[in-house]
């Protein structure tokens, strides 16, 4: 069973940054493509950013390109995945979860439904 715990959410001011990260453990059947939404109050879960199984392909939502930087350092036993974020802007502030799937492929790495694993989420609060 694979298990997904985030960390590193806090209030910070517009134009700080942040470092959210994702610890996966478990027992991994070779190597999952994961990736981090977010979610604020009254509206949809979003798409953030993608990392490839293969570590070879990273995407990210127009809205923190050039701000936001996903990464992730593998392990046999444990994956930690990464969400650097500058310049954060009042419409960041969301609840950020992290999300892999365990058996079949993704096709839309933005679609929440792709995914059947997910953490707990970490509150990210931009403001003054």
């Known amino acids: 069973q694979v298990q997904l715990v985030e960390s590193g959410g806090a209030l910070v001011q517009p134009g700080g940054s942040l470092r959210l990260s994702c610890l996966a453990s478990?027992?991994?059947?070779?190597?999952?493509?994961m990736a981090w939404f977010r979610q604020a109050p009254g509206k949809e879960r979003e798409g953030v950013s993608f990392m490839s199984s293969d570590d070879s392909t990273t995407t990210y939502a127009d809205s923190v390109k050039g701000r936001f930087t996903i990464g992730i350092s593998r392990d046999n036993a444990r994956d930690t995945m990464y969400l650097n974020m500058d310049d954060l802007k009042p419409e960041d502030t969301a609840v950020y979860y992290c999300?892999?799937?365990?058996?079949?492929?993704?096709?839309?790495?933005?679609?929440?439904?792709?995914?059947?694993?997910w953490g707990q989420g970490t509150q990210v609060t931009v403001s003054t």
């Open positions: 999300a892999t799937r365990q058996n079949g492929g993704i096709r839309d790495w933005s679609l929440p439904r792709e995914y059947n694993i």
């Open positions: 478990g027992r991994f059947l070779g190597r999952y493509s």
